[in-house]
């Protein structure tokens, strides 16, 4: 009789997020009454920045989108005004990661046109691009801001081709892109790159994933399983791994891990189910936690993601009994980091015409910010210039801390060591100290950003959701008055919170005299 010897080892793993829940907002924290586009293209048709949601939507002809303020939920107007300069049905609308007025959409029409969005949202229809990029001859299905430079553009449609356009130029329609990928041999399912955005990773309809330079497209790495079809491709940049999902060769669906430096075979594949839907990748580096939902499915499962085996440890998942077209996805600068939020999706449900966005919590006890769940991330502001990438620079993002209060610290030190090598005659891409006294007087700003206005760019700076509260002096007299409302609110809450601690006080104060009282007439 053999005697096994008994391990000490825990049988769990101990992590941050291993009580991770899923919270839907209320019907009132919803979008109600959202024509939602009934296109089968496998896109999220949704995209979220802190200022305002974007959704694709349906109409007869032509297509459109519309553009939301994030706080205007509940019930939308059916004749909301839209974005709708396309000839063709939208295929897909990304916002600027460095820009929250500025979107980019493409279209059937085999066009990508770039927006500029006012900063009190769409008030009436727009259907005027500030760019518009000719050069795909079939219809472009994705498309894929970089994510350190500046306004560069990456496109891919149903001519195989990969565009990479560059919008720092004077012209207003762009018929040359700076460099076309031919390496695809049939159409690009998804595109995805590392943190730094030299590599580029996409998924194709000829069941390869190709691994690239995302400057010059050429190939370093490519897949040639047949046991795995992937559909969505994403790197891990942190890990230096790639995740695809897909299906299998018995056709239930899977996901699978690479290696980054050798795609031949993969390091693990975990099929899921049986359903048909194509299911959607989303990963967080900073908590690094993979979220996986399905077209079509009301749950949404999350895992954990390490550099060692087994690689993928299965949290939890949520559930839901209503099925999701397409999730829009919150970037972290806009989360409600006094709530401890970790994630935050904005759901399509096309059976009902609503938008619900649903909350990822890391349960504590404590409201104080958390900062062992929230290091520092990338933020809103370009690491280069779109000159100094397509010339070889690459930089990591520009990162920046989520505690509340953090941005005006921060924007306030930088204003104060740009000032000394101000050149008044050249246009700033970040707005100082000195343009927000003058805005104050009543100045208007004239000077323009790579066509865009400054005024657009200065009101891109926005911290864990506050409107205008905790980020950058008011600049208008609305944004002064919102901003003094808001701090009559807090001065009140602080008061009554006060007066509350005082009665208690004085409860206690009685409390001890009353047992002071009891024991003396006792020694009696």
């Not at 079809?229 to 230096?240: Q, T």
């Not at 194509?278 to 895992?303: C, E, Q, S, W």
Request: a neutral charge; one cysteine or more.
């Amino acid at each position: 009789m053999t005697v096994s010897k008994m391990s000490w080892r825990p049988q769990y793993r101990s992590s941050k997020f291993r009580h991770v829940f899923g919270k839907a907002a209320t019907k009132e924290s919803c979008y109600d009454g959202v024509p939602i586009t009934r296109s089968v293209q496998d896109n999220n048709f949704c995209t979220v920045n802190p200022r305002f949601l974007a959704v694709i939507t349906e109409c007869a002809g032509g297509g459109a989108f519309l553009v939301l303020s994030l706080h205007h939920t509940g019930k939308v107007d059916p004749h909301h005004p839209r974005v709708s300069g396309h000839r063709g049905n939208v295929l897909d609308i990304k916002w600027n990661p460095f820009n929250d007025y500025c979107i980019a959409s493409c279209s059937e029409d085999t066009t990508v046109k770039v927006w500029e969005i006012p900063p009190h949202g769409v008030l009436k229809t727009l259907t005027v691009a500030w760019k518009e990029l000719q050069g795909h001859s079939r219809r472009v299905g994705l498309i894929e801001w970089h994510p350190t430079a500046k306004n560069i553009l990456f496109s891919t449609g149903y001519d195989y081709q990969v565009m990479i356009w560059n919008l720092d130029c004077p012209e207003q329609v762009i018929k040359n892109p700076v460099r076309t990928i031919s390496h695809h041999t049939d159409v690009v399912l998804s595109m995805s790159f590392n943190t730094d955005g030299s590599l580029l990773a996409t998924s194709c309809k000829d069941r390869k994933v190709r691994l690239m330079e995302a400057r010059s497209g050429n190939i370093l790495q490519e897949t040639n399983s047949k046991a795995h079809k992937a559909s969505k491709v994403l790197i891990l940049g942190n890990v230096k791994m790639l995740l695809t999902t897909g299906t299998s060769r018995w056709n239930e669906r899977q996901i699978a891990l690479w290696d980054q430096d050798d795609l031949s075979v993969p390091l693990l594949e975990e099929n899921l189910d049986g359903s048909s839907g194509v299911l959607f990748p989303f990963y967080d580096p900073d908590t690094h936690m993979l979220y996986i939902a399905g077209k079509g499915d009301g749950n949404m499962r999350y895992y954990e993601i390490s550099s060692e085996k087994p690689y993928i440890h299965y949290l939890t998942e949520y559930r839901s009994n209503l099925p999701q077209k397409g999730m829009g996805v919150m970037p972290k600068r806009g989360l409600d980091v006094n709530s401890c939020e970790v994630f935050r999706f904005y759901k399509l449900v096309t059976i009902k015409s609503l938008i619900e966005p649903l909350s990822m919590i890391v349960p504590r006890r404590s409201e104080s910010y958390q900062e062992d769940i929230y290091p520092m991330t990338a933020g809103n502001k370009p690491a280069v210039t779109a000159e100094e990438w397509l010339s070889g620079v690459n930089k990591g993002p520009v990162l920046m801390s989520l505690k509340p209060g953090s941005q005006l610290a921060e924007s306030y030190s930088e204003t104060k060591a740009a000032e000394s090598s101000l050149d008044p005659g050249r246009p700033q891409s970040r707005p100082g100290m000195l343009a927000i006294i003058q805005d104050e007087r009543g100045a208007k700003e004239s000077r323009e950003d790579s066509g865009i206005t400054e005024d657009a760019l200065s009101r891109t700076s926005v911290s864990n959701g506050e409107d205008l509260a905790l980020c950058s002096p008011p600049r208008t007299e609305s944004e002064l008055r919102l901003k003094f409302h808001k701090q009559q609110e807090e001065i009140r809450r602080l008061r009554e919170l006060v007066g509350q601690r005082d009665v208690r006080i004085k409860q206690l104060e009685l409390e001890i005299k009353n047992m002071k009282n009891s024991q003396s007439q006792s020694s009696l």
